[in-house]
């Protein structure tokens, strides 16, 4: 992930993008549009940009707004024939069809029932149709995506859960030297963490947490200091 030094305001049209459009494939995120042959933002704050094409605008915000390619944690509501109703934290429940999981077929269904998590990507999102998941990549294979077993969820600001999936993100890196462990982030500001035991996992929940109020100065101390937070 890279910033583009640029803070754009609703309304500004972004010919940059535009411009790049015509050469490769471009995808909007949160905070951008397409209007006919241009891209606009609906958004204050920072653009920011992710290889090979993926464009975004930084701001932060109360709810999750679905855009196609988000990685999110979900939480399953309902079952209704051949699709599960799945609470993303936004404004309208998301849905997933027992075909969206790797090896499904109609023998051989996934075993959801509510109150699963699983991790999973939007695959369509508009202003007239509600989310559509799976749990499954472009080669039908399930990665790090599916159901959620064990572990700690919690939820975090839209923000930190950002910075979180953001390349080479130096929180993760700190953690990992101080001890191994499992996560899913969502950029819907849900969390799974999941450590070899539970003090250490919740360990692991109260630094990155802590984090919330911190600045990316502190995130070396914070992470050195899970110690204190297998204490309390």
Known sequence: MSATNTIVMPGERIAAIEELAKSKRVILGPGLRRLDDTVVASKAGPLRHKEPGTFWVDNYQRRYIPARGDLILGIVRAKSGDIYRVDIGAADTASISYLAFEAATKKNRPDLIPGDLIYARVLN????????LVCVNSVGKRGKLGVLTEGFFFKCSLNLGRMLLRENCPVL???????????AVGVNGRIWVKAHSLKETVALANAISALEQSGCAEI???CGNLGDYLQT
Request: proline share 9%; net charge negative; glycine share 0%.
């Open 220 to 222: 070396d101390k914070i």
């Open 173 to 183: 890196a700190a953690l990992t030297r101080e001890m191994p462990y499992e996560i």
């Open 125 to 132: 999102a508009s202003a007239d149709i509600e989310p559509e």
